[in-house]
């Protein structure tokens, strides 16, 4: 006789984990999320319990159970094809381990309504806080009388009336002492490569752009000024745009490395039709992979996305695990390192040998 099909076994249970291990299940509990007061030997056995019976949390129900926290926090950043974010998202995994937490990171886009969609998400998964790189545009959705009691810690840009904890780059003082760098090297005419108006980083660095031209007398010129490139690709437009000048700027300054990526192929294109040419000094802000390598003279100003992401965790498990303190908005500002111009003996060399600025 054909006994049919088996039926599956039943998944192992807390309550069996815990009977293996000759604890409690609240200790096994305790154990899965994070480990807090629970004596070191006592996790080794929950956790050997575990590995034996194959056990997995089931997170639906969990996260339907009242009162019982989810362990997740909600992370939304603008690009993801963006090194950059790859670090800062490293950095609030780092953090959010040590808390005993996980991490839904999810991408906007520079895209206002993704990023409405994507924290309405993050609510439904009932995260215990949020981190976002915001887009810059309307902030509603971001507001506590929306989010309620679940804390946002804004990274890398403010938003206007908005207050909520943020962690932001030192930007007005990197682009204003990398820029004045470039302006007592003897350039007076600078050309300027940034993203959109509303995103804040933008807006910061062009104020410590402008700031650094002003101390040397110098006017912004507005045909030396590109702003709205969100990648490299149209950063490499607006490169080309500028070194068609008939006076071209002798140097440029690049808000982000997706500028800088751009405006380094709209060089290396030229120099390829003509490799006597000498390319315009390039102020990067963001390092960019493999810089030294570059035929182009370049200075970078350096900072730590990953630290950048690290803080911003920081700050929203402080939050989440002393919820009992005042509850102003905080502003913590990370600093920036301005390099030596990489690269310039290779310019130096081509300008001994006759080369010729771009025309």
Known sequence: MNPGPSRPKAAPTVREVAELAGVSPMTVSRTL??????????QQRVMDAVATLGYHRNENARSIRPGHRSDLIGVAITNLANPYYGHFAL???????????????????????????????????????????????????????RLGDIPLVLASRTVRGLKADTVLIDDVNGAYESTKRILEAGHTRIGFLGNVISVATASRRYEGFCQALAEFGIESDPDLVTRGQQDAAAARKAME??????????????????????????????RLRDPKLSPPTLIAFDDVELAHLMQVPLLVVSHDP???????????????????????ARLIELPVVVGDILNQHRAKRRRAAGARPLP
């Open 33 to 42: 999320s994070g480990g807090k007061n629970v004596r070191r030997e006592v």
């Open 91 to 145: 950095g609030v995994e780092e953090v959010a381990a040590q808390h005993g937490r996980r991490m839904l990171l999810g991408n906007t886009g520079e895209d206002v309504a993704r990023e409405k969609q994507l924290v309405s998400d993050f609510v439904g998964r009932q995260v215990e806080g949020l981190i976002v790189v915001p887009t810059g545009g309307a902030a509603d959705h971001l507001k506590g009388t």
């Open 241 to 270: 745009a500028l070194l068609a000048l008939d006076d071209p700027p002798t140097a440029v300054f690049s808000t982000n490395n997706r500028n800088t990526i751009g405006a380094l192929e709209a060089i290396g294109q030229r």
């Open 306 to 328: 990953r630290e950048l992401g690290a803080q911003a965790a920081r700050m929203l498990f402080e939050r989440l695990d002393h919820p009992e303190r005042a509850k102003r």
